[in-house]
């Protein structure tokens, strides 16, 4: 079994309210040394496959089909085994 760790987030040049909120919201906390928060997706999905590159191609589409919204989103990911 092999375990995939997807990563999803706004492409640089969209706004991230929901960054900027949390930003805001830990600067009001005391931790000023904090520039920037980018907010994003973590998705784990669990692949009862054993050949690597199989589980690459099959979670890149599995991204660019549902997992991620190629407009707005970018997408990286991890796989190892469980």
């Not at 690597?52 to 997408?75: D, R």
């Amino acid at each position: 079994m092999l375990k995939a760790e997807i990563f999803v987030y706004l492409k640089k040049s969209i706004s991230d309210p929901p960054g900027i909120a949390v930003l805001n919201s830990l600067k009001s906390l005391g931790f000023d040394n904090v520039e920037k928060v980018r907010m994003g997706k973590y998705i784990v999905v669990y692949l009862n496959e054993n050949d690597i590159e199989k589980a690459k191609e099959q979670v890149k589409l599995m991204c660019e089909k549902l997992l991620c919204n190629p407009v707005m989103e970018e997408y990286k990911f991890n796989i190892s085994e469980e």
